[in-house]
């Protein structure tokens, strides 16, 4: 789903961006304002992020377990390299040039690299990634918020996956017991689970979040 929205968001982005050029649209706002409005219209939790408020993995729990470990070894194979089939023939100058929502303020932003490599998130570099995603907040609880990556630009330069069939409370009702039998159910849920896991390294040039100064 994730996929097929921003691939809409990206083609959208490029016939506006076109017609701007050739002065036939001038956009009402913002390119980056629009798509800050699709979100804002999609999750009406959004709220103004504060570093500390946010739900993080613990201190050096965050990349605790290797993304290759997780998966089949062919499913992996993609991932593995840049060369295995990962990347669309989208250009990096198109991109780059995408708008990813970014709303987070100088100060918070800051807290948050800080919190993001105790929690060891993240790696820093003195160096431009290959792709610079946005970030915002949405409401979790009475206590804390979560932290959205906006990854547009990063998703748009991968291709497509397949399809996949998800389990659904339609494949629950069909279900059909024994006579004096039961079913259990177990549910587990990971805390921070996505944010725990270790992408391989030149995966990470497509994660890549704004720059922030070490004065910062």
Not at 5 to 17: D, G, K, T, W
Not at 145 to 161: K, Q
Not at 162 to 182: F, G, H, I, K, N
Request: net charge negative; with cysteine.
């Amino acid at each position: 789903r994730h996929s097929s929205v921003n691939r809409i968001l990206f083609e959208l982005f490029c016939s506006a961006r076109e017609a701007s050029r050739k002065g036939l649209y001038q956009p009402p706002a913002p390119l980056c304002d629009i798509f800050w409005d699709c979100y804002k219209a999609n999750a009406p939790n959004v709220v103004p992020l504060c570093a500390m408020r946010l739900s993080l993995p613990p201190p050096d729990v965050g990349g605790s377990a290797r993304m290759q470990d997780l998966m089949d070894p062919e499913d992996f194979f993609l991932y593995a390299s840049p060369k295995n089939g990962l990347l669309s023939d989208v250009p990096l100058e198109v991109v780059n040039n995408m708008p990813a929502v970014r709303r987070c303020s100088k100060r918070e932003y800051a807290k948050l690299v800080k919190r993001m490599k105790e929690s060891n998130m993240i790696d820093l570099q003195d160096y431009r990634p290959l792709v610079v995603n946005g970030l915002f907040a949405v409401h979790k609880d009475d206590l804390t918020d979560r932290l959205i990556i906006d990854m547009t630009p990063g998703n748009v330069l991968c291709v497509a996956p397949p399809p996949m069939d998800m389990v659904s409370p339609t494949d629950l009702a069909c279900l059909v017991l024994p006579p004096q039998e039961c079913l259990y159910v177990i549910k587990s849920d990971i805390d921070n689970c996505y944010y725990r896991i270790e992408v391989v390294l030149w995966l990470r040039q497509l994660m890549g979040l704004p720059s922030v100064s070490s004065v910062d």
